[in-house]
C-alpha cells in the first residue's frame, strides 16, 4: 500500500502518528544483537540476551533494565499531552490547516470610491513582504494573511506608526481599513504579544 493511499491527508497521517506514540516499545528483553552488514563484510555481534537476576556491568544498563523490572503500568496509561494530540489530529485546528492563498478570500470588493492600500509587513524574524489590496478589505483578512506565513495571528499584534496604533486578532478584525483609517502605504510591525 502506497504512502498517498495510506494517508490521503494531514489528518489521517496525524491520527496515525499518535496511534504509534501510544503503542509500548520493545523491552530490553525482547532486543537481540544480530549480524550486521557494515561495508560488505559481516561483522558479528554477540546474540545475548539480557536475564532479569543478570547484574548488568554499566550503569546506563542498570537504569533500563530497572524501568523494564517495574510493571508494565507506564506503558499501559495514556500520556496526559496525548488527549493535545488526538484534539489537533480530530478538530484539525493545526497550523497547517491555514492556505498560504487563503486571505485573498477576504479581500472586500472594489467599490465605487475605493482606495488602493500598500501594506508592508516586517515579520519578527525581520523579513518584508508587500501587498496590495483595496481599503474595503476586513482587517480579518490580514490576520489570515499572517496565519498563512505560519506565525498564530493569536500570540502577535499589529503595530502601525505615524499615528501609532495596535491591532489584535480578537478585536475589530471585523471592521475594513477604511473605518481603522488606514493611510494609502502602511508599514505594519508584527511583533510577539
Same mark, same amino acid.
Given at each position: 500500500?502506497?504512502?498517498?493511499?495510506?494517508? !490521503?491527508?494531514?489528518? +489521517?497521517?496525524?491520527? =496515525?502518528?499518535?496511534?504509534? &506514540?501510544?503503542?509500548?516499545?520493545?523491552?530490553? @528483553?525482547?532486543?537481540?544483537? %544480530?549480524?550486521?552488514?557494515?561495508?560488505?563484510?559481516?561483522?558479528?555481534?554477540?546474540?545475548?540476551?539480557?536475564?532479569? /537476576?543478570?547484574? !548488568?556491568? =554499566?550503569?546506563?544498563?542498570?537504569?533500563?533494565?530497572? =524501568?523494564?523490572?517495574?510493571?508494565?503500568?507506564? +506503558?499501559?496509561? !495514556?500520556?496526559? /499531552?496525548?488527549?493535545?494530540?488526538?484534539?489537533?489530529?480530530?478538530?484539525?485546528?493545526? *497550523?497547517?490547516?491555514?492556505?498560504?492563498? %487563503?486571505?485573498?478570500?477576504?479581500?472586500? !470588493?472594489?467599490? +465605487?470610491?475605493?482606495?488602493?492600500?500598500?501594506?508592508?509587513?516586517?515579520?519578527?524574524?525581520?523579513?518584508?513582504?508587500?501587498?496590495?489590496?483595496?481599503?474595503?478589505?476586513? $482587517?480579518?483578512? $490580514?490576520?489570515?494573511? $499572517? /496565519?498563512?506565513?505560519? &506565525?498564530?495571528?493569536?500570540?502577535?499584534?499589529?503595530?502601525?506608526?505615524?499615528?501609532?496604533?495596535?491591532?489584535?486578532?480578537?478585536?475589530? =478584525?471585523? *471592521?475594513? #481599513?477604511?473605518?481603522?483609517?488606514?493611510?494609502?502605504? @502602511? #508599514?505594519?510591525?508584527? /511583533?510577539?504579544?
Amino acid at each position: 500500500m502506497e504512502f498517498l493511499e495510506r494517508y !490521503p491527508d494531514f489528518a +489521517a497521517y496525524d491520527h =496515525s502518528f499518535s496511534q504509534n &506514540l501510544t503503542k509500548p516499545g520493545p523491552s530490553i @528483553e525482547d532486543i537481540v544483537f %544480530e549480524e550486521a552488514t557494515v561495508n560488505g563484510t559481516k561483522k558479528h555481534g554477540s546474540k545475548r540476551k539480557f536475564i532479569d /537476576d543478570e547484574i !548488568p556491568t =554499566s550503569s546506563k544498563r542498570s537504569k533500563i533494565s530497572q =524501568s523494564n523490572s517495574q510493571p508494565n503500568s507506564q +506503558a499501559s496509561v !495514556p500520556d496526559v /499531552d496525548m488527549g493535545e494530540i488526538e484534539e489537533l489530529c480530530n478538530n484539525g485546528t493545526t *497550523l497547517t490547516t491555514v492556505d498560504r492563498e %487563503e486571505w485573498k478570500n477576504y479581500i472586500g !470588493p472594489q467599490e +465605487a470610491g475605493y482606495q488602493k492600500i500598500q501594506i508592508v509587513f516586517r515579520f519578527p524574524n525581520n523579513e518584508r513582504e508587500k501587498i496590495e489590496i483595496p481599503d474595503t478589505t476586513q $482587517l480579518r483578512a $490580514l490576520f489570515v494573511f $499572517l /496565519d498563512g506565513r505560519g &506565525l498564530n495571528s493569536r500570540d502577535h499584534v499589529f503595530v502601525l506608526t505615524y499615528p501609532q496604533r495596535k491591532y489584535f486578532c480578537d478585536r475589530l =478584525s471585523s *471592521l475594513n #481599513l477604511r473605518q481603522l483609517d488606514f493611510n494609502r502605504q @502602511e #508599514l505594519i510591525h508584527v /511583533d510577539r504579544k
